[in-house]
């Protein structure tokens, strides 16, 4: 089983729907998570942290934590041909020693016109 | 704070060379990641640091492939020999540890041919 799973799409959606973007993952002693959004050849950019059990919003976007689940979603309101591009959940585990960041393999969003 | 650098920003080499890549941690962060990007296998972990000590090699891909933080503000991956198989995207992350967020280099494309 990978640490980290996502679909890895494309998910299409037309602009200004909503996109719904899911992740789980393995580690249930994970406690950090992030969303990192990838443009085609650029470095991964992050737009969202959440560490807590539940919904955290900032413009547009909101990500959602379910730890029991082992479930993390980023939705993205009023979506714009601006945010087509990978969308990278990534799961931070304290080791003891050090923070270990795992990626999954990344789900590519396509928003229409 | 220029955020990672990292270099080269490109590197064309033949097979059987060996190949250095170098980065440059945010000022003040203690905790720093190497990343291989593919089409195939996405980003994949290969090493992290913590306070410059290697804590996690598990993911370097075999012998020819070595890791080093001397100091706080730079670190190197090396290959050596270089194969055909190896070419991809490298990245760089640094974070301030204990599960804060980590911010990636530009990265450096690497083809063997």
């Known amino acids: 089983q990978k640490e980290v799973e996502q679909n890895s799409g494309p998910l299409s959606v037309p602009e200004g729907a909503i996109a719904s973007l899911n992740c789980t993952y393995s580690d249930r002693g994970s406690q950090s998570f992030f969303w990192y959004r990838q443009y085609s050849g650029k470095s991964p950019e992050l737009i969202m942290s959440?560490?807590?059990?539940g919904d955290k919003e900032d413009g547009r976007f909101t990500a959602q934590l379910n730890k029991a689940s082992q479930y993390v979603s980023l939705l993205i309101r009023d979506s714009q041909p601006s945010d087509s591009a990978t969308y990278l959940c990534a799961v931070n585990t304290y080791t003891g020693t050090a923070s270990k960041l795992t990626f999954g393999t990344g789900t590519r969003l396509q928003v229409t016109l | 704070d220029a955020g990672v650098i990292q270099s080269p920003r490109h590197e064309v080499t033949e097979m059987g060379q060996e190949v250095t890549l170098r980065c440059k941690p945010i000022s003040g962060h203690n905790s720093l990641f190497w990343y291989r990007q593919t089409m195939m296998r996405g980003l994949e972990l290969l090493i992290y640091?913590?306070?410059?000590?290697?804590?996690?090699d598990s993911g370097m891909p075999e012998d020819r492939f070595s890791a080093k933080m001397p100091n706080a503000s730079f670190s190197t991956l090396k290959i050596q020999p270089s194969e055909p198989r190896d070419s991809a995207v490298y990245f760089c992350?640094?974070?301030?540890?204990?599960?804060?967020?980590?911010?990636f280099g530009q990265g450096t494309r690497l083809t063997v041919v």
């Open positions: 959440i560490y807590s059990n």
């Open positions: 992350a640094s974070s301030f540890d204990r599960g804060t967020e980590a911010f």
């Open positions: 640091f913590n306070n410059n000590v290697p804590i996690d």
